[in-house]
């Protein structure tokens, strides 16, 4: 299994659990849960996934992976900004 296989798996994991809580959105607490528990290379390497096309993931998860996308994008921009770039 490579790599990006094995996010993919792990991600659709986590997935299945938020989707079975009816209680909550499971596209924020995938996203959240991948912010607090993977490291930023993991997420690094699920994101690439998703711009390729993101071939596996479920659709929660690939609603969460553009949350965190975008989230991630808004944190590099205001780290920019706070250092004056």
């Known amino acids: 299994?490579?790599?990006?296989?094995?996010?993919?798996?792990?991600?659709?994991?986590?997935?299945?659990?938020?989707?079975?809580?009816?209680h909550t959105d499971p596209a924020a607490g995938i996203a959240d849960h991948l912010r607090k528990f993977w490291?930023?290379?993991?997420?690094?390497?699920?994101?690439k996934h998703l711009d390729e096309g993101g071939m596996d993931l479920d659709p929660d998860v690939?609603?969460?992976?553009?949350l965190l996308q975008a989230t991630s994008r808004v944190d590099?921009?205001?780290?920019e900004s706070a250092a004056g770039k």
């Open 1 to 22: 299994m490579s790599p990006s296989n094995k996010l993919v798996y792990m991600a659709n994991q986590i997935g299945k659990y938020f989707s079975s809580q009816k």
């Open 62 to 66: 690939r609603q969460a992976v553009r």
């Open 39 to 47: 490291d930023p290379a993991m997420r690094a390497k699920i994101v």
């Open 76 to 79: 590099a921009g205001a780290l």
